[in-house]
């Protein structure tokens, strides 16, 4: 089937840590994002890239960082530099601006 | 530019009631509409889309949506809900001259809880 895997589905990361997390898809879809999710506030968009080897910063890049070597995969790296990381991550993708389809989530936890 | 304002962020209703999430956009000359639906630690489900045609949409789980340009507004409806539409639904635009990407634009989320 085809689709959007995150992975892991739960993180925890120490103060002071960098964690990455995973997105493939199999959709063949040229361009993905990254959102992030907290209570209240809807999907706020981190990175996203329309091709490989190119991403753009969102609203609230900051503390991130991004890559985009293959097609099928946009994994997203949370800094230490993110002073608050807990948070519900979405990643999603596209065929131009027609329908997102998103991955299951990962929800990430400061310990 | 762009954003999406979702005017309740609460919707409580009794189950077999009609129910109506209200969703705004401001203004642009062309836009693609859409509505999603999360369920507790889920990712994000598409209800329904408008992109062009009808103004009516109709979509899964016998939900529909009315595009009205005049009023930059996209409201979902649904006739009689059950307890199975418990969620948080979100509406998202997408708009057709921004050149600078093509990311969906959320707005903050309606909760609509269903009892019995």
């Known amino acids: 089937d085809g689709g959007i895997t995150q992975s892991p589905k739960y993180l925890f990361r120490k103060e002071g840590q960098n964690v990455t997390l995973s997105c493939e898809q199999n959709?063949?879809?040229?361009?993905m994002y990254w959102y992030r999710q907290d209570p209240g506030q809807g999907l706020r968009l981190i990175y996203y890239?329309?091709?490989?080897?190119?991403?753009q910063k969102g609203d609230i890049a900051e503390g991130y960082s991004v890559s985009r070597e293959k097609k099928e995969s946009f994994p997203l790296t949370v800094t230490s530099a993110q002073k608050n990381p807990t948070a519900f991550y979405l990643c999603?993708?596209?065929?131009?601006?027609?329908?997102?389809?998103f991955g299951q989530g990962t929800r990430l936890t400061v310990v | 530019a762009q954003s999406v304002t979702q005017l309740d962020s609460q919707v409580p209703v009794f189950e077999e009631a009609p129910v109506e999430l209200r969703c705004n956009y401001s203004?642009?000359?062309?836009?693609?509409l859409f509505w999603y639906v999360q369920y507790p630690n889920q990712g994000l489900q598409l209800l329904l889309k408008?992109?062009?045609?009808?103004?009516l949409v109709k979509g899964i789980n016998g939900f529909e949506a009315e595009f009205n340009k005049s009023q930059t507004s996209f409201h979902l409806r649904k006739p009689s809900v059950h307890i199975s539409d418990t969620a948080e639904y979100f509406c998202?635009?997408?708009?057709?001259?921004?050149?600078?990407?093509?990311?969906?634009?959320f707005g903050k989320g309606t909760t609509l809880s269903v009892s019995s």
């Open positions: 999603a993708s596209s065929i131009g601006k027609k329908e997102a389809f």
């Open positions: 959709l063949n879809h040229d361009a």
């Open positions: 890239s329309q091709i490989v080897n190119d991403f």
């Open positions: 203004s642009s000359v062309s836009v693609y």
């Open positions: 408008y992109l062009s045609g009808s103004t």
């Open positions: 998202a635009v997408s708009d057709l001259t921004n050149q600078a990407g093509t990311a969906l634009i």
